[in-house]
T-cell receptor
Framework: DADVTQTPRNRITKTGKRIMLECSQT?????MYWYRQDPGLGLRLIYY???????NKGEISDGYSVSRQAQAKFSLSLESAIPNQTALYFC?????????????FGEGSRLTVL | GQNIDQPTEMTATEGAIVQINCTYQ??????LFWYQQHAGEAPTFLSY??LDGLEEKGRFSSFLSRSKGYSYLLLKELQMKDSASYLC??????????WGAGTKLIIKP
């Protein structure tokens, strides 16, 4: 079983719908992240959390919100999905933080907004 | 602005050696990562450089020159399974991780 699990793996939805992507991890890491990946662009950070009750905006947080329900769970919500949010979304965890620690990624959630 | 530049695509032959370059302009530097990403899969960690020089790990090596804002990933004895995208990422002075768009490596028999 994967150490970082994302659900759903694929989702097609319509403009205006609310969508939640969930992430759970068994690595025991405190730090969790949500990224999106678009063709021809680098990974872009949406939100990150260094502990339960700690939420920080990344470079592209507009249109997204997150919830850190427990150390092992970090969910990403799109309150009202729009087509330019069509992308591959990755959850990641780390032990030592952004500066020295490697990231462990989930398998990705492919979201299509029509 | 901050950016990471790496070639979009490279082609190499099975059994050969390939070097993937990465240049960066960031506000400060606190380390450089290389990740491998097979199509449709998650990125996986390959290497981390924070000091100048070469880090070797089996068939893969990564080099860093901080004064030149330059790194490369060297893959030896290429195998078909090395066909993937290779992502360069730099941690800046604010400990933000800046990602390149990745280099798609195609291995031909």
């Amino acid at each position: 079983d994967a150490d970082v699990t994302q659900t759903p793996r694929n989702r097609i939805t319509k403009t205006g719908k609310r969508i939640m992507l969930e992430c759970s991890q068994t690595k025991g890491h405190d730090r969790m992240y949500w990224y999106r990946q678009d063709p021809g662009l680098g990974l872009r950070l949406i939100y990150y959390s260094f502990d339960v009750k700690d939420i920080n905006k990344g470079e592209i947080s507009d249109g997204y919100s997150v919830s850190r329900q427990a150390q092992a769970k970090f969910s990403l919500s799109l309150e009202s999905a729009i087509p330019n949010q069509t992308a591959l979304y990755f959850c990641a965890t780390s032990d030592a933080g952004l500066d020295t620690g490697e990231l462990f990624f989930g398998e990705g959630s492919r979201l299509t907004v029509l | 602005g901050q950016n990471i530049d790496q070639p979009t695509e490279m082609t190499a032959t099975e059994g050969a050696i390939v070097q993937i370059n990465c240049t960066y302009q960031t506000s400060g530097f606190n380390g450089l990562f290389w990740y491998q990403q097979h199509a449709g899969e998650a990125p996986t960690f390959l290497s981390y450089n924070v000091l100048d020089g070469l880090e070797e790990k089996g068939r893969f090596s990564s080099f860093l020159s901080r004064s030149k804002g330059y790194s490369y990933l060297l893959l030896k004895e290429l195998q078909m399974k090395d066909s993937a995208s290779y992502l360069c990422a730099v941690t800046n002075s604010n400990y933000q991780l800046i990602w390149g768009a990745g280099t798609k490596l195609i291995i031909k028999p």
